[in-house]
T-cell receptor
Framework: GQQLNQSPQSMFIQEGEDVSMNCTSSSIFNTWLWYKQDPGEGPVLLIALYKAGELTSNGRLTAQFGITRKDSFLNISASIPSDVGIYFCAGHTPAEDMRFGAGTRLTVKP | KAGVTQTPRYLIKTRGQQVTLSCSPISGHRSVSWYQQTPGQGLQFLFEYFSETQRNKGNFPGRFSGRQFSNSRSEMNVSTLELGDSALYLC????????????FGPGTRLTVT
């Protein structure tokens, strides 16, 4: 239904490597949002996408709204230790309900 | 601009008690949403308010309620607490009526013993 499947669940990478994670659904979404959450804190909005096909960058982060409106990906280039955290995708359904993915836990080894 | 603030940050309550959590949105934001975050269930939507009206409600029992004041500040209340209510409760505000682009507060960590 309108659940978001986020993958991978966790990633262990070396500093300097690029990272890619994605979210998919069997239903369409009107917006896609990507958040990062540090331990004990609330999620911080990284990128918001509003149109199918939209590609948006925020520094070393790039995200795209899939043309089918059923998926989105987030890329992080040249990872650094402070990229560590949990990354969540989220989306608004046509009924304006917000759904969240289960998160991708990123670990960056110096 | 100050971010979303939530009080208290930490709370310990006993089963059967009730609790009220507070959220102050970013200045100028009139949409406030509440979420429950647990390791097992992830982030789950509780409710959304805009201009003191509840616009949307998640699939939670009636023990969970909320309200929004004329200054956009919001409170949520949980009555007859259960052990399973232990969670991080997050408030998010948005500048848009539809609640897009939500900005989260640091959360209130509720522990029910």
């Amino acid at each position: 239904g309108q659940q978001l499947n986020q993958s991978p669940q966790s990633m262990f990478i070396q500093e300097g490597e690029d990272v890619s994670m994605n979210c998919t659904s069997s239903s369409i979404f009107n917006t896609w949002l990507w958040y990062k959450q540090d331990p004990g804190e609330g999620p911080v909005l990284l990128i918001a996408l509003y149109k199918a096909g939209e590609l948006t960058s925020n520094g070393r982060l790039t995200a795209q709204f899939g043309i089918t409106r059923k998926d989105s990906f987030l890329n992080i280039s040249a990872s650094i230790p402070s990229d560590v955290g949990i990354y969540f995708c989220a989306g608004h359904t046509p009924a304006e309900d917000m759904r969240f993915g289960a998160g991708t836990r990123l670990t960056v080894k110096p | 601009k100050a971010g979303v603030t939530q009080t208290p940050r930490y709370l310990i309550k006993t089963r059967g008690q009730q609790v009220t959590l507070s959220c102050s949105p970013i200045s100028g934001h009139r949409s406030v949403s509440w979420y429950q975050q647990t390791p097992g269930q992830g982030l789950q939507f509780l409710f959304e308010y805009f201009s003191e009206t509840q616009r949307n409600k998640g699939n939670f029992p009636g023990r969970f309620s909320g309200r929004q004041f004329s200054n956009s500040r919001s409170e949520m209340n949980v009555s007859t607490l259960e052990l399973g209510d232990s969670a991080l409760y997050l408030c998010a505000s948005s500048p848009r009526q539809s609640g897009l682009e939500q900005y989260f507060g640091p959360g209130t960590r509720l522990t029910v013993t």
